[in-house]
Protein backbone atom coordinates (compact mmCIF):
# COMPACT_ATOMS: atom_id res chain seq x y z
CA UNK A 1 0.00 0.00 0.00
CA UNK A 2 1.25 3.22 -1.00
CA UNK A 3 -1.74 5.76 0.49
CA UNK A 4 -3.23 5.33 4.21
CA UNK A 5 -6.49 7.47 4.66
CA UNK A 6 -7.27 7.36 8.67
CA UNK A 7 -9.93 7.84 10.74
CA UNK A 8 -9.42 10.33 13.98
CA UNK A 9 -11.32 9.50 16.27
CA UNK A 10 -10.64 5.90 17.97
CA UNK A 11 -8.20 5.23 15.22
CA UNK A 12 -5.94 8.25 15.56
CA UNK A 13 -6.58 8.86 19.07
CA UNK A 14 -8.48 7.33 21.97
CA UNK A 15 -10.94 9.81 22.60
CA UNK A 16 -14.45 8.07 22.52
CA UNK A 17 -14.89 9.40 26.71
CA UNK A 18 -14.42 13.14 24.98
CA UNK A 19 -17.48 12.31 22.48
CA UNK A 20 -19.57 11.25 25.33
CA UNK A 21 -18.86 13.77 27.82
CA UNK A 22 -19.45 16.37 25.68
CA UNK A 23 -22.54 14.83 23.77
CA UNK A 24 -24.15 14.20 26.96
CA UNK A 25 -23.72 17.62 28.34
CA UNK A 26 -24.81 19.48 25.32
CA UNK A 27 -28.41 17.70 25.55
CA UNK A 28 -28.19 18.53 28.92
CA UNK A 29 -27.65 21.89 28.46
CA UNK A 30 -30.40 22.04 25.97
CA UNK A 31 -32.97 20.35 28.30
CA UNK A 32 -32.86 17.48 26.21
CA UNK A 33 -33.00 13.89 27.12
CA UNK A 34 -29.68 12.65 27.64
CA UNK A 35 -28.38 9.56 25.12
CA UNK A 36 -26.75 6.48 26.74
CA UNK A 37 -22.94 6.18 26.39
CA UNK A 38 -24.42 2.74 24.43
CA UNK A 39 -26.16 4.97 21.81
CA UNK A 40 -23.30 7.59 21.42
CA UNK A 41 -20.52 5.33 20.97
CA UNK A 42 -22.77 3.12 18.25
CA UNK A 43 -22.55 6.23 16.13
CA UNK A 44 -19.69 7.46 16.58
CA UNK A 45 -17.77 7.87 13.03
CA UNK A 46 -21.51 9.27 11.88
CA UNK A 47 -21.83 13.30 11.78
CA UNK A 48 -23.57 15.18 14.42
CA UNK A 49 -25.08 16.55 11.82
CA UNK A 50 -26.75 13.16 11.21
CA UNK A 51 -26.55 11.29 14.45
CA UNK A 52 -27.87 13.67 16.98
CA UNK A 53 -30.83 13.91 15.42
CA UNK A 54 -31.42 10.01 15.65
CA UNK A 55 -30.47 9.94 19.55
CA UNK A 56 -32.80 12.59 20.57
CA UNK A 57 -35.62 11.27 22.08
CA UNK A 58 -37.66 14.75 21.18
CA UNK A 59 -38.31 15.99 17.87
CA UNK A 60 -36.16 19.05 16.98
CA UNK A 61 -36.50 21.56 14.35
CA UNK A 62 -33.40 22.76 12.41
CA UNK A 63 -33.12 25.87 14.72
CA UNK A 64 -32.97 23.62 17.80
CA UNK A 65 -30.27 20.83 16.20
CA UNK A 66 -28.23 24.15 14.62
CA UNK A 67 -28.19 25.24 18.55
CA UNK A 68 -27.26 21.38 19.74
CA UNK A 69 -24.45 21.82 17.24
CA UNK A 70 -23.15 24.97 18.58
CA UNK A 71 -23.53 23.53 22.66
CA UNK A 72 -21.63 20.45 21.84
CA UNK A 73 -18.70 21.57 20.06
CA UNK A 74 -18.03 24.03 22.54
CA UNK A 75 -18.24 21.35 25.09
CA UNK A 76 -16.28 19.12 23.11
CA UNK A 77 -13.32 21.88 22.87
CA UNK A 78 -13.43 21.99 26.86
CA UNK A 79 -13.81 18.51 27.06
CA UNK A 80 -10.93 17.82 24.69
CA UNK A 81 -7.74 19.41 26.44
CA UNK A 82 -7.89 16.76 28.82
CA UNK A 83 -9.92 13.48 27.60
CA UNK A 84 -8.08 13.02 24.44
CA UNK A 85 -4.61 11.39 23.90
CA UNK A 86 -2.67 8.99 21.09
CA UNK A 87 -3.12 5.35 21.26
CA UNK A 88 0.43 3.80 21.85
CA UNK A 89 2.51 2.97 19.05
CA UNK A 90 1.12 5.39 16.35
CA UNK A 91 3.69 8.07 16.33
CA UNK A 92 5.86 5.88 15.43
CA UNK A 93 3.94 3.94 12.70
CA UNK A 94 3.23 7.18 11.42
CA UNK A 95 6.79 8.46 11.28
CA UNK A 96 8.04 5.13 9.54
CA UNK A 97 5.25 5.28 6.70
CA UNK A 98 6.21 8.81 5.94
CA UNK A 99 10.25 7.78 6.24
CA UNK A 100 9.05 5.08 3.31
CA UNK A 101 7.52 7.48 1.48
CA UNK A 102 3.84 6.78 2.01
CA UNK A 103 1.53 9.28 1.76
CA UNK A 104 -1.27 10.09 4.40
CA UNK A 105 -4.35 11.56 4.82
CA UNK A 106 -7.25 11.89 7.54
CA UNK A 107 -10.95 11.32 6.21
CA UNK A 108 -13.10 12.26 9.35
CA UNK A 109 -16.65 12.91 10.43
CA UNK A 110 -15.28 15.80 12.37
CA UNK A 111 -15.26 19.40 10.63
CA UNK A 112 -12.34 20.24 9.70
CA UNK A 113 -11.06 22.92 11.79
CA UNK A 114 -11.59 20.86 15.17
CA UNK A 115 -10.09 17.61 13.29
CA UNK A 116 -6.58 19.97 12.48
CA UNK A 117 -7.03 20.90 16.31
CA UNK A 118 -7.35 18.15 17.57
CA UNK A 119 -4.21 16.31 15.26
CA UNK A 120 -2.17 19.44 16.82
CA UNK A 121 -2.81 18.65 20.48
CA UNK A 122 -1.59 14.70 19.61
CA UNK A 123 1.48 15.76 18.03
CA UNK A 124 0.58 14.87 14.33
CA UNK A 125 -0.57 18.60 12.88
CA UNK A 126 2.04 17.89 10.33
CA UNK A 127 1.98 14.47 9.42
CA UNK A 128 -0.24 14.18 7.21
CA UNK A 129 -0.50 15.38 3.08
CA UNK A 130 -4.03 16.67 3.66
CA UNK A 131 -7.32 16.10 5.79
CA UNK A 132 -11.00 15.61 4.74
CA UNK A 133 -13.67 16.62 7.26
CA UNK A 134 -17.29 16.53 7.20
CA UNK A 135 -17.18 19.95 5.96
CA UNK A 136 -15.57 19.10 2.43
CA UNK A 137 -17.77 16.48 1.40
CA UNK A 138 -21.24 16.51 -0.08
CA UNK A 139 -22.51 13.12 1.45
CA UNK A 140 -20.94 11.83 4.82
CA UNK A 141 -19.95 8.48 6.22
CA UNK A 142 -20.51 5.99 5.02
CA UNK A 143 -20.71 7.28 1.73
CA UNK A 144 -17.50 7.58 0.22
CA UNK A 145 -17.06 11.26 -1.38
CA UNK A 146 -13.80 11.55 1.68
CA UNK A 147 -11.61 9.47 0.03
CA UNK A 148 -13.15 9.75 -3.44
CA UNK A 149 -12.24 13.62 -3.21
CA UNK A 150 -8.30 12.46 -2.24
CA UNK A 151 -8.16 9.92 -4.43
CA UNK A 152 -8.86 12.52 -6.78
CA UNK A 153 -6.83 15.75 -5.99
CA UNK A 154 -3.68 13.56 -5.31
CA UNK A 155 -4.27 11.53 -8.23
CA UNK A 156 -3.67 8.08 -6.38
CA UNK A 157 -4.27 4.72 -7.29
CA UNK A 158 -7.21 2.95 -5.21
CA UNK A 159 -5.57 -0.14 -5.51
CA UNK A 160 -2.61 0.86 -3.75
CA UNK A 161 -4.75 2.07 -1.20
CA UNK A 162 -6.14 1.66 2.30
CA UNK A 163 -9.03 3.08 4.69
CA UNK A 164 -7.95 2.40 8.19
CA UNK A 165 -11.09 2.80 10.96
CA UNK A 166 -12.25 1.95 14.46
CA UNK A 167 -15.93 1.58 12.76
CA UNK A 168 -18.43 -0.35 10.35
CA UNK A 169 -18.87 3.14 8.68
CA UNK A 170 -14.98 3.36 8.26
CA UNK A 171 -15.31 0.19 6.30
CA UNK A 172 -18.37 0.95 4.45
CA UNK A 173 -16.69 3.84 3.18
CA UNK A 174 -13.39 2.46 1.81
CA UNK A 175 -15.22 -0.22 0.42
CA UNK A 176 -17.72 2.05 -1.42
CA UNK A 177 -14.88 4.13 -2.94
CA UNK A 178 -12.62 0.78 -4.01
CA UNK A 179 -9.98 1.09 -1.75
CA UNK A 180 -8.65 -1.78 0.57
CA UNK A 181 -10.11 -1.70 4.40
CA UNK A 182 -8.42 -2.17 7.53
CA UNK A 183 -10.19 -2.81 11.01
CA UNK A 184 -8.10 -0.46 13.88
CA UNK A 185 -9.41 -3.22 16.81
CA UNK A 186 -6.86 -1.35 18.97
CA UNK A 187 -9.61 1.40 19.40
CA UNK A 188 -12.95 -0.26 18.20
CA UNK A 189 -15.95 0.03 20.16
CA UNK A 190 -17.93 -2.54 18.42
CA UNK A 191 -15.30 -5.32 16.84
CA UNK A 192 -17.99 -7.80 16.13
CA UNK A 193 -19.68 -5.01 13.63
CA UNK A 194 -16.21 -4.13 12.43
CA UNK A 195 -15.45 -7.48 11.51
CA UNK A 196 -18.86 -8.38 9.90
CA UNK A 197 -18.01 -5.91 7.21
CA UNK A 198 -15.36 -8.28 6.64
CA UNK A 199 -12.37 -5.85 6.41
CA UNK A 200 -9.38 -6.58 4.01
CA UNK A 201 -7.39 -6.54 7.38
CA UNK A 202 -8.25 -6.64 10.81
CA UNK A 203 -5.44 -5.14 12.26
CA UNK A 204 -4.06 -5.75 16.22
CA UNK A 205 -1.68 -2.66 16.97
CA UNK A 206 -0.83 0.39 14.84
CA UNK A 207 2.46 -1.18 13.94
CA UNK A 208 0.80 -3.90 11.96
CA UNK A 209 -0.11 -1.18 9.31
CA UNK A 210 3.48 -1.34 8.82
CA UNK A 211 2.80 -4.75 7.14
CA UNK A 212 0.59 -3.82 4.79
Known amino acids: MDNFFFDFDNTLA ?34 IEVSFAKM ?23 AERTGMTIFPGMAATIDTLKTQGKQLFVVSSKHSVPLQRNLEQIGLGQSFTAICGSDMVAHYKPAPDGILNLL ?33 MWGAADPVAVKEEQPTYVLATPATLLNL
Open 152 to 184: TRFDLDPQRSVMIGDAKYDIQMGRRAGVATAGA
Open 56 to 78: AQETLSAAELDALFTEFRQQYQQ
Open 14 to 47: DSSNVAVIATQRAYQARNLAIPTRAAIVDYMGVP
